[in-house]
């Protein structure tokens, strides 16, 4: 089992910046694909960003050029930083393990997720 602890949420004007962490428990995060979702009141959950275990990465359009997905091997952590956030980014964040690389095909875990609002 992993487990996702994701921090960095709160709210931000619009214009500013915020960066998500999420600390993954176990040994093997290196080789697990990573991704970042969000949801908003009423609105289905949907992907943010990914990274690979490589480094590949994928956005969606409406934060391309915004938003940078990274992770650090070492300390079981991916990271998002959000700049020029808007209010449409208000949206709890969750963090999201993809097992499928590490043999366990479908294996996905959540964080419990944390809050971003942006509003003057």
């Known amino acids: 089992q992993v487990q996702l602890v994701e921090s960095g949420g709160g709210l931000v004007q619009p214009g500013g910046s915020l960066r998500l962490s999420c600390a993954a428990s176990?040994?093997?995060?290196?080789?697990?694909?990573m991704g970042w979702y969000r949801q908003a009141p009423g609105k289905q959950r949907e992907l943010v960003a990914g990274i690979s275990s490589g480094g590949t990465t994928n956005y969606a359009d409406s934060v391309k050029g915004r938003f940078t997905i990274s992770r650090d091997n070492a300390k079981n952590t991916v990271y998002l930083q959000m700049n020029s956030l808007k209010p449409e980014d208000t949206a709890v964040y969750y963090c999201?393990?993809?097992?499928?690389?590490?043999?366990?095909?479908?294996?996905?875990?959540w964080g419990q997720g944390t809050q971003v609002t942006v509003s003057s």
């Open positions: 176990g040994s093997h995060f290196s080789i697990y694909r």
């Open positions: 999201n393990a993809d097992l499928t690389a590490a043999g366990f095909a479908g294996v996905n875990y």
